[in-house]
């Protein structure tokens, strides 16, 4: 039992603070308590990526509709999420600092294909599937050099700046935030602020560090569009709602 617990604490400490905290009792020991924090923050955020946009894919397959939601943002963040994955996994950094990206890539690409086929195109939709399997095969099988992905990493900023920034255009356009979920969104801005933290303790990689940072603050961005627009969608919904039995009324009168 006691092999057991000790190859389950390995997994979010290595062997010093192993032996610092359950062999010298040593609890007060800072470097090893940020290395706690930052493999136990990162095995959450990779938990929580598992349903970060499934409140997202729910409200589009409720309501059969991705009204409001820019597939160019979508695309774009997808290429972010997907460079970024496969630049990580290539690197060979610890999954606990990036396996939500291979949970976000899934889900996103799911996104992207039902706003193409609620878009009418059912053909697009799945041309668009097995074109991204393809991508990312040849990004993560070892078909592409690791210089390449650094300068595709370092691309990463300005993409992710450009979709997140064309979602709120769209937003402004709309005057609201249309199918985007609100849990999402705010997953997103938590989880990439706390990626900020375990980037610079687990891989110390300036260029991650550096794009997590800028995507917190395009997530901040959405974030507070949903907050702004919040009490107009109620409106909306309400002026919908009382046309509707407005014109109900109507025809039950000609009806009549």
């Given amino acids: 039992m006691t092999d057991y617990a000790k190859q389950f604490m390995l997994l979010l400490m290595n062997e010093k603070c192993y032996d610092n905290y359950f062999v010298d009792f040593d609890l007060l020991n800072v470097d090893c308590f940020k290395a706690l924090l930052s493999?136990?923050?990162?095995?959450?955020?990779?938990?929580?990526?598992?349903?970060?946009?499934?409140?997202?894919?729910?409200?589009?397959?409720?309501?059969?509709?991705?009204?409001?939601?820019?597939?160019?943002?979508?695309?774009?963040?997808?290429f972010a999420i997907t460079i970024h994955m496969s630049y990580s996994f290539v690197n060979g950094f610890p999954f606990s600092s990036w396996g939500d990206t291979s949970f976000l890539a899934l889900q996103t690409a799911i996104i992207a294909f039902l706003v193409l086929m609620y878009g009418g195109s059912s053909?697009?939709?799945?041309?668009?599937?097995?074109?991204?399997?393809?991508?990312?095969?040849?990004?993560?099988?070892?078909?592409?050099?690791?210089?390449?992905?650094?300068?595709?990493?370092?691309f990463n900023i300005p993409i992710i700046l450009l979709g997140k920034f064309s979602q709120a255009y769209t937003n402004y356009q709309n005057g609201s935030t249309g199918q985007l979920s609100a849990v999402t969104s705010?997953?997103?801005?938590?989880?990439?602020?706390?990626?900020?933290?375990?980037?610079?303790?687990?891989?110390?990689?300036?260029?991650?560090?550096?794009?997590?940072?800028?995507?917190?603050?395009?997530?901040?961005?959405?974030?507070?569009?949903?907050?702004y627009y919040w009490n107009a969608d109620k409106e909306k919904r309400?002026?919908?709602?009382?046309?509707?039995?407005k014109t109900a009324k109507v025809k039950a009168k000609k009806s009549d």
């Fill in 186 to 227: 705010f997953m997103l801005l938590a989880g990439s602020l706390a990626r900020i933290f375990t980037s610079i303790q687990e891989t110390g990689d300036q260029m991650m560090i550096i794009t997590y940072g800028f995507s917190s603050f395009a997530n901040a961005v959405i974030v507070l569009q949903l907050l």
């Fill in 123 to 154: 053909a697009a939709a799945f041309a668009f599937s097995a074109v991204y399997s393809t991508i990312t095969y040849v990004l993560m099988g070892g078909l592409t050099p690791l210089n390449y992905l650094l300068i595709a990493q370092g």
């Fill in 238 to 245: 309400a002026v919908g709602s009382s046309a509707s039995k």
């Fill in 39 to 78: 493999k136990g923050l990162g095995m959450g955020i990779i938990a929580g990526s598992v349903l970060v946009k499934v409140p997202q894919i729910s409200k589009i397959l409720a309501n059969k509709s991705a009204k409001g939601i820019n597939l160019f943002s979508v695309c774009l963040d997808l």
